[in-house]
């Protein structure tokens, strides 16, 4: 499956979520809409290929274990995959957040007249250059702040995982 599936998503990986911009305005407003469009676009294809291989990295041991005891498929993803692979897709959406981050403040420069991008652009035409520093400190302590938030949360969420205590 992933040798017919990989090529595609590998191909679209590599187009630039910006490039779509005018598209999707033509198809979906002026509003939020192209918005998310180009977040969606320049994150979901990394996202299936981070989740692929963060799947295809599963202990083949711990698969035959279970099948050994006598797991059955369904019992085998529910019980033995999903909670294996989980910690690992936790770390890997966090990572893909900050890449979220930045898809946002790209697709913000789309015919919008609010927004954090929309608010740097204007000050930096009038030259104020000291707001222009502190919306994008904030940029950064908003994404700091949300990992690190992430990252007590996952401690919280998956306490077998020690490479996710140790991490943090």
Do not use: C
């Amino acid at each position: 499956m992933a040798r017919l599936t990989e090529p595609f998503i590998e191909f679209f990986r590599y187009l630039p979520a910006p490039a779509f911009g005018a598209l999707a305005v033509a198809i979906l407003g002026i509003y939020d809409g192209p918005k998310i469009a180009i977040i969606v676009i320049g994150t979901l294809f990394q996202q299936v290929l981070v989740i692929a291989n963060t799947t295809r990295k599963l202990d083949g041991a711990l698969v035959e274990a279970a099948l050994t005891l006598g797991t059955r498929n369904s019992q085998l993803l529910r019980h033995v995959v999903v909670p294996a692979i989980l910690p690992d897709l936790y770390r890997d959406q966090r990572v893909l957040l900050g890449w979220a981050w930045t898809y946002l403040i790209v697709a913000e420069l789309i015919g919008t007249t609010t927004g954090i991008t929309y608010f740097i652009t204007q000050q930096a035409r009038f030259q104020h250059f000291a707001n222009v520093y502190a919306a994008i400190a904030m940029i950064g302590i908003l994404g700091l702040g949300t990992d690190l938030v992430l990252g007590f949360a996952g401690k919280r969420l998956f306490p077998w995982d020690r490479n996710l205590v140790k991490a943090e």
